[in-house]
């Protein structure tokens, strides 16, 4: 996934204007006026139109990088059984720390989401491999968790004394984990 504030970087360390990255992505169905516009908002982080693999790979050459050089790669795990409270205390642990660091904490972290950040971070470490990044200079870029409401599924009430009932509000949680090479 493109990133912006590497992309934002890069072109103002090259000197390359918004108009000349768009010329390097302008596309079938894209017209100039189009590319200014997706590139102005690629800069300021809004994702619209979606970036595709063959227009991070065009921005790269246009700024003579690697691909690798202007991308994040990002894993989520929805609805993840569990409330946001708890996970975000082990998504702290791991902000800014290199993968390999963070991973020898979660194993060794003896919380119930463990686990689950530890799938997620494994899963956007094998993503950044598989599109050739260096996988020993991958860091912890964010670990975000959100709050997804009550778990489908789950019995909404229980019954109490005297015909009364109490609610039970079991909740869900989406974990997100975004990896950059340093």
Known sequence: ???ATKLKEVSERQGATVESLARSIERG???LKDAVSAVRNWERGLMKPLPKAEDV???????SVEPTEISDWR???????MTARKVRLVTELIVGRPVQDA???LKFTRKRA??????????????????QANVDTLYVKEARVDEAGI??????????DRGRAHPIRKKACHIHVTVSQA
Do not use: H
Not at 75 to 81: G, K
Not at 151 to 160: A, D, F
């Open 1 to 3: 996934m493109l990133s």
């Open 29 to 31: 169905g894209m017209s």
């Open 57 to 63: 790979r065009r921005l790269a050459e246009a700024l």
């Open 75 to 81: 894993s989520s795990y929805q609805y993840a059984p």
């Open 103 to 105: 991973m020898d904490m």
């Open 114 to 131: 463990a686990p689950m950040v530890d799938k997620v971070l494994k899963a956007a470490v094998a993503d950044a491999d598989e599109q």
């Open 151 to 160: 778990r489908l599924g789950t019995k909404r009430w229980i019954p109490k």
